[in-house]
């Protein structure tokens, strides 16, 4: 019997383990098995594209990095063609982090996720201290 089975309301992963949203995208599968994870999480989405913040954006401090991304990522059509197919590969759930500028764009985005039975849930981003008029206030 594995001990590590985890529930998270009707999702079941394997193991506790995810990734934090922001620090893990699709291209860290070639470092690691994806498989391994009790699930992943995507950075996060917004519905048009964001380039994120200008460079630097990683600080090193005592103990650490903070950083400063900005939520880049391609927006949610172009995650929707050319992200999204490329985790069908992988067991472990998907869970989709997204953000909006306003509870309609919120709106918006999970009506467009949710057309895709291959995403297992979803982090909705609120508030993200990096980006200014993103979330509600």
Known sequence: MNR??????????????T??????GIESAE???????GAVV???ITKEPKDGNP??????????LLNSIGLQ???????????????DQYKAPLIVS????????????LSRLEEFQDIAGYEVNVSCPN??????A
């Open 19 to 24: 990734v934090a949203s922001g620090t893990f």
């Open 4 to 17: 590590l089975l985890t529930d998270i309301g009707r999702l079941k992963l394997i193991n506790p383990v």
């Open 55 to 64: 460079p630097p954006r990683l600080f090193e401090v005592p103990g650490g």
């Open 73 to 87: 990522n391609p927006g949610l059509t172009s995650f929707i063609q050319d992200v999204l197919p490329l985790y």
């Open 42 to 44: 995507t950075k996060t």
């Open 98 to 109: 997204f953000s909006g500028s306003s509870i309609k764009e919120f709106q918006e985005i």
């Open 131 to 136: 980006v200014e008029k993103q979330g509600i």
């Open 31 to 37: 470092y690691m098995d994806l498989n391994l994870l």
